[in-house]
Nanobody, 114 residues
Framework: QVQLVESGGGLVQAGGSLRLSCAASGSSFSINRMGWYRQAPGKQRELVATVTSGGRTIYADSVKGRFTIARDNAKNTVYLEMNSLKPEDTAVYYC????????WGQGTQVTVSS
């Protein structure tokens, strides 16, 4: 099993930036994909971005061109750089890791004020 610890959420004005980090420990050698989902109040959890161990990235259409996901394999850490934030980006952001198991972080709140 993999343990995931997130950091970097907070409150920002529209147009601002935030950077989320997620550090993996435990059976991190088994991780293939890492990334971020988010869940806004009253909505389903949705994929934001994914990066594979080989560096391939996938983004939700709603964040393309504004968010960048990056992975440091040596540190078992994934980052999400969020720019040009919008109020509709407000959500709890969850880091995930997938290898032999699917594991989630505890979530970090991102609030974008208009």
């Amino acid at each position: 099993q993999v343990q995931l610890v997130e950091s970097g959420g907070g409150l920002v004005q529209a147009g601002g930036s935030l950077r989320l980090s997620c550090a993996a420990s435990g059976s991190s050698f088994s991780i293939n994909r890492m990334g971020w989902y988010r869940q806004a109040p009253g909505k389903q959890r949705e994929l934001v971005a994914t990066v594979t161990s080989g560096g391939r990235t996938i983004y939700a259409d709603s964040v393309k061109g504004r968010f960048t996901i990056a992975r440091d394999n040596a540190k078992n850490t994934v980052y999400l750089e969020m720019n040009s934030l919008k109020p509709e980006d407000t959500a709890v952001y969850y880091c995930y890791a997938f290898g032999t198991t699917w594991d989630w972080g505890q979530g970090t709140q991102v609030t974008v004020s208009s």
